[in-house]
């Protein structure tokens, strides 16, 4: 039987040229959850997902994933196969097509037959609808929306038991946003375990299982998303919210 | 002379005729040097990449002091001027016990000074393939090594390209310097033949448009690859 919680993240520090950036996180994640993360800019959002896969090393706290202590790992690449990443800038391989950028880590990590691979690389495009015309087009060659998309086929392929999206639709025109939204929100139906940073609260209102406000280092409130989003007991937060209220129209008053 | 268009006066027409057909005939023998500024280039460059890359290679992969030694390595070699480097192989290393043939000293002599300006081209290449790329790899479990080995390192190899392709027309033209120990490379060749036609002009223009005619289209391709690397987005920032 399977534990509930896939990821457990306890009192969790990172200091970065002697400022605290994470002041003691704790939170869990369940398997098919889908949890997202709000805050402002330099609330330290990124440094907790990039903490979580060990991009950035915490200095102090306990990151249990799958039922094992991540931070005790060596072989801390193992580890990384089974998270995927997607990255604010698609971060993908500039050298290589679509497809040959989905490829990598089945044939790389996975190890498996080049043909095998190839086969598994093309269901996951598809997945995220991207058409067959664009497998062998270069990052360049695609539009943003695209290559996120591309991106996430790329984390999907490696059959990952958790995704982390940091700020997906960030750098990404407002027409394109709805076309990555959309891929994240059926992930999100199949029950795909995910931990989302963003600043898209419609995203969040419809998709999220709990929300998390993160400013300072700290999780200043944590709810359903009606709660964080519509009515949120914090004032930090409050103003944070009636801001972006205005901002995407979703008056509520 | 009431001619308002200047021309050539037509005595001075006639010399250089004259010094024209006077030169014509050495043609061939300028142009039988070109096998050994070729091989001159060929080797000196091969030998300085190989350099190049080992150098580049140590400072990236390997520890800190060795990235500061040989930082200072190529930093003095890029300081020595190209002749002191050639002589110091051919009269300085016999007196070590290496006694080199003219041809291997400058192949040598070149290389030597070429090497540290290679090693920029392919440490800073190496530098230029941006974090993000290294992040996204890792975050798919590749190791550091395959990282390296999938990701950066043929992405640093495209980037070192258009430069790799201008040192190469750099080191052709520093063949010359061989003529100072002695080698029959093409400019020595013609210095030759302007001491037996006593005209320098035609020999040195002739030699000038065969260097021009390798370099030139090798910096077209190093410009048509740069804006090609510059289209697949691999020129960004470096974040």
């Given at each position: ?16 040229d002697?400022k605290?950036v ?131 086929a ?16 960030s ?5 394109l946003?709805?076309?990555?939204l ?25 998709v ?5 406000f ?25 103003r ?14 | ?16 005729e ?8 050495y043609v ?81 002599g ?7 300006y ?34 950066v ?17 750099i080191?052709?033209?520093d ?37 021009l ?14 804006g090609?690397?510059k289209?697949?987005?691999?020129l960004?920032?470096?974040?």
């Open positions: 039987m399977l534990k509930e919680e896939l990821l457990i993240v306890e009192d969790l520090w990172k200091f970065i002697g605290p994470l002041k003691g996180i704790t939170f869990d994640v369940s398997r098919g959850e889908t949890k997202v993360i709000l805050g402002p800019s330099g609330a330290g959002k990124s440094t907790l997902l990039r903490c979580i896969n060990l991009l950035v090393v915490p200095d102090r706290g306990r990151i249990i994933f799958d039922g094992e202590d991540v931070l005790k790992r060596r072989d801390i690449h193992n580890v990384r196969s089974k998270m995927g990443f997607v990255f604010q800038h698609f971060n993908l391989f500039s050298h290589m097509t679509a497809l040959e950028n989905v490829m990598l880590g089945l044939v790389k990590v996975k190890k498996m037959p080049k043909h095998e691979a190839e086969k598994k690389a093309k269901e996951a495009l598809m997945a995220v609808g991207i058409a067959e015309e664009l497998w062998n087009r270069y990052p360049a060659q695609l539009s943003g929306g695209q290559q996120q998309r591309v991106a996430i790329r984390a999907l392929a490696m059959e990952p038991k958790l995704i982390l999206f940091d700020e997906p639709t750098a990404l025109d407002p027409e946003i709805w076309e990555v959309n891929v994240m929100e059926r992930l999100a139906k199949a029950k795909m375990t995910m931990i989302v940073v963003t600043h898209e609260i419609g995203f969040a209102m419809r999220a299982s709990e929300v998390m993160l400013d300072d280092g700290m999780i200043l409130e944590r709810g359903p998303p009606e709660q964080v989003i519509l009515n949120p007991c914090n004032e930090r937060v409050k944070f919210m009636d801001r972006m209220k205005y901002v995407y129209s979703l008056d509520t008053g | 002379m009431a001619s308002n268009t200047p021309e050539i006066p037509w005595w001075l027409s006639k010399v250089l004259v010094m024209w057909q006077n030169f014509v005939q061939p023998i300028i142009l039988s040097a070109l096998s050994n500024t070729l091989i001159l280039a060929f080797f000196s460059f091969g030998l300085a990449t190989v350099l190049g890359i080992v150098m580049a290679f140590a400072e990236v992969f390997t520890s800190k002091t060795i990235l500061i030694i040989v930082s200072w390595v190529a930093r003095v070699l890029r300081g020595v001027p190209l002749i002191l480097s050639i002589f110091l192989v051919f009269y300085g290393l016999p007196k070590l016990g290496l006694t080199l043939p003219p041809l291997y000293a400058a192949i040598l070149i290389a030597i000074v070429d090497a540290g290679q090693e920029q081209i392919f440490r800073g290449a190496i530098k230029a393939v941006s974090n993000r790329q290294l992040e996204a790899a890792y975050s798919l479990g590749l190791t550091r090594a395959s990282a390296f080995l999938y990701v390192l043929p992405q640093a190899f495209r980037i070192a390209l258009p430069s790799w392709i201008n040192d190469f027309t080191v052709l033209k063949t010359s310097i061989a003529y100072a120990i002695g080698v029959v490379e093409m400019f020595t060749q013609a210095i030759h033949v302007a001491q037996v036609i006593m005209d320098y002009m035609w020999p040195l223009v002739f030699v000038a448009l065969i260097y005619a390798i370099c030139y289209p090798l910096s077209m391709l190093s410009n048509y690859l740069h090609k690397l289209m697949m987005g691999m960004g920032s470096g974040v």
